[in-house]
């Protein structure tokens, strides 16, 4: 059993910033990354960034230079920083916790089935 929280979204206008937190427990010993998902009404779910137990991380093309993926391991916590939001982040954001081998600029990731339950996240123009 492994569970996942994520907090922190909210309604902001487009250029604000938001910090959203996703807290892991339960039998995770198995696992070494942690990824932020979102899903926009009608779209399909996209990887928005992960990050391993040793920090490397993962950033979608269109995420870098905005968004900031970090962990804090003592509380299997990992944060979702997003600066400069616009009205086409919006969206709910999940995390999902699983598997990763990183090797150079590769960065595959094999999902869990173990989501959260999201959190909503509403930019406004």
């Known amino acids: 059993q492994v569970q996942l929280v994520e907090s922190g979204g909210g309604w902001v206008q487009s250029g604000g910033s938001l910090r959203l937190s996703c807290a892991a427990s339960?039998?995770?010993?198995?696992?070494?990354?942690m990824g932020w998902y979102r899903q926009a009404p009608g779209e399909q779910r996209e990887s928005v960034a992960a990050?391993?137990?040793?920090?490397?991380?993962y950033y979608a093309d269109s995420m870098e230079g905005r968004f900031t993926i970090s962990r804090d391991n003592a509380k299997n916590t990992i944060y979702l920083q997003m600066n400069s939001l616009k009205p086409e982040d919006t969206a709910v954001y999940y995390c999902?916790?699983?598997?990763?081998?990183?090797?150079?600029?590769?960065?595959?990731?094999?999902?869990?089935?173990?989501w959260g339950q999201g959190t909503q996240v509403t930019v406004s123009s």
């Open positions: 999902n916790i699983g598997s990763a081998y990183v090797n150079g600029d590769h960065f595959v990731l094999d999902e869990s089935d173990y």
């Open positions: 339960g039998n995770i010993f198995s696992f070494n990354a």
């Open positions: 990050i391993t137990n040793e920090g490397r991380t």
